[in-house]
Each structure stands twice: as C-alpha cells, then as structure tokens.
C-alpha cells in the first residue's frame, strides 16, 4: 500500500504540471483532465501536456488547462505523469519530465516501469481514473466536472463495465461519481456509442480485411487506408474492441501504420496478451496491451498473429 502524500508534496508549489502517454484515450484524457480540476479547486495553476486526441473528449471540463506553447522553455517544480507505462511513452514531455525537480507516476498497468521519484500503481484498479479518485478524494472537494472527466475514463476503460477489472470497488465509485452529478446517458452515448463519419469509414475497412484464425481476429490498417477515408490514428481506438466481439474469437489483433513503427493493439478473453506486448516493446494489462514495431504493415502483423498463436 502506498503513501498519499499529494497534498503535502504539492503544499507550497503554484503551478501543477500533469502529462500522460502518447495517443492518449479515455483514460489518459478522464484522469490528466480530472486531475487538473481538483488542481484548479484547491487555487492551483494546472498546466497539462497532452498530444492529439478525439475532438469528442474537448466537451469535458479540464480541457483547457491544456498547453499549448514551447515545451523546451518548461522547468516544472512538479510534475505528475498519469497512466503512463513507462517514461519513453511520454513522447514530447518526457524532455519535461526529465526536468522537473519532483516527479510523480500514477498508473494502474501492471508493466509500470516505476521511473519517477514517486510510484502510485495500483495494477487491481479498472482505470487511473480510479486510482486518482482514491488519492484525490480525501483531501478534494469533488464536483460535477470532476466527476464528468473521472466517469469517462472509468467508463472507456473498462469497455462500458465489461472488462474483467471491473471489480466491487469501480462500482462503488462510478456511483460515487455520478451522485456528484456524472451524466452517464450522454457519456456513455458520446464515448462508447457515437462515431464520426470517417471513423465508420475506417471500421468498415477493418472488417473487410478482417480475418479469423484459430480463435484470432485481426486485421490492419494502412496510412493509405486512412488517407482514404479521411481519418487520423487518433479515429482508430474502436476497431479492436468490434474485433474482440466477434464470435469465436479469443483474442484480436489489430496493426496499424503510424509514421515509421506499426502499432499493434491487442485483446484477449484470457491469454497473458500484456507479456507478449512486452516482448516487443510496449507493455499493457493481461487481456489489453499494445506495443510499437518498426517494419512492414503486414509483416508485423502476421508475426504477431503467429506469436500469439503459440501462446494460445
């Protein structure tokens, strides 16, 4: 169990640094943003370093606590890396973080390579949006948009409560939130449900060249396919859930091409995905995981596909 010292660490110091991991999705956004909020409430300058994401996320609050300028000029007191894995996923900031006299890591991926002063992984915890509702609620008075950034991850991490980390505690929580005034029917129809035209482009692409083998869904997608309908890697998250829910399959894969590596993500119902997304660099949960590979679309692909047909 660990020592929450948040408040006493961040007692005398202004402005508030908070990043998190490159592509950054529900949870990343839910928790930097819910972090930032509490940050504000307490008479903090919250300053988030964050890369490009969803336009849908820019409704929740916290938002604009979102940096802008030179990062090379920034000499954070403090600075807090939330659902980060490890210290090279920080992509721009990590030159920041490096400079920052007082570091924390908040994580609940159970590959945190525990890389700042401070280490708060909690891998049992269904999102960082829970972990940071457990450090953050003892000493912050938590409001509406607090609560509205916090759902969101919780609710796009845990695949709507489908996951197996949805345990007792994410319940008693999520309620929590939404006592506090969390609209769950227009988050869960926002960010689980509506899409974007060119991400229903990009989907039907999947899913034509989608294939099932052995008990593994997978496909891949190219830049050019993006190009061609229009879409960005940040429009891409969705597709290796649709393939982990087809029937039959037991685990998915999906590739993509992202400037000069090819980003696996992977899913699973129960083989150990996160060890072989290791294996190759990246890291994750058990049944969710995600590495980069540098070489060809379709080569990488097929000997993920092939590496994790051993496993299984």
Avoid: W
Avoid at 53 to 75: H, Q, V
Avoid at 157 to 181: P, Q, Y
Avoid at 233 to 260: H, P, Q, W
């Amino acid at each position: 169990m660990y020592e929450n010292t948040i408040s006493e660490d961040i007692k005398n110091i202004n402005t508030i640094y908070i990043t998190g991991h490159i592509n950054p999705d529900g949870d990343c956004i839910g928790s930097t943003f819910g972090f930032a909020l509490a940050m504000a409430s307490i008479g903090k300058a919250p300053v988030i370093l964050l890369g490009d994401y969803a336009d849908r996320f820019n409704t929740l609050k916290g938002c604009e606590y979102l940096y802008k300028g030179d990062y090379s000029t920034l000499e954070p007191e403090i600075m807090f890396s939330i659902d980060c894995g490890s210290k090279d996923r920080l992509g721009e900031a990590e030159a920041v973080f490096d400079r920052a006299k007082y570091t924390y890591n908040i994580d609940h991926h159970m590959s945190n390579t525990a890389f700042a002063d401070v280490n708060i992984v909690n891998a049992s915890a269904s999102s960082s949006c829970e972990v940071i509702y457990e450090l953050i609620s003892p000493f912050i008075k938590l409001d509406k948009d607090i609560a509205q950034a916090l759902y969101t991850g919780i609710l796009t991490d845990t695949g709507g409560f489908m996951h197996n980390s949805t345990a007792e505690r994410t319940h008693e929580i999520a309620g929590k939130l939404v006592s506090l005034g969390a609209d769950t029917p227009v988050l869960h129809s926002r960010f689980m449900h509506e899409h974007s035209l060119g991400e229903a482009k990009i989907l039907a692409r999947s899913i034509e060249k989608m294939q099932l083998q052995d008990g593994i869904a997978y496909t891949a997608i190219s830049a050019e396919d993006m190009k061609k309908c229009g879409v960005n890697a940040k429009e891409l998250d969705a597709i290796v859930s649709y393939l982990m829910n087809t029937e039959g399959a037991r685990a998915a894969v999906f590739a993509c091409e992202r400037g000069d590596i090819v980003k696996l993500s992977f899913r699973s119902k129960s083989v150990n995905v996160g060890e072989l997304a290791k294996s190759l660099g990246g890291g994750g949960h058990k049944l969710a995981a995600g590495a980069g590979v540098e070489g060809d679309l379709e080569t990488v692909l097929e000997n993920a596909v092939s590496e994790l047909k051993k496993l299984m």
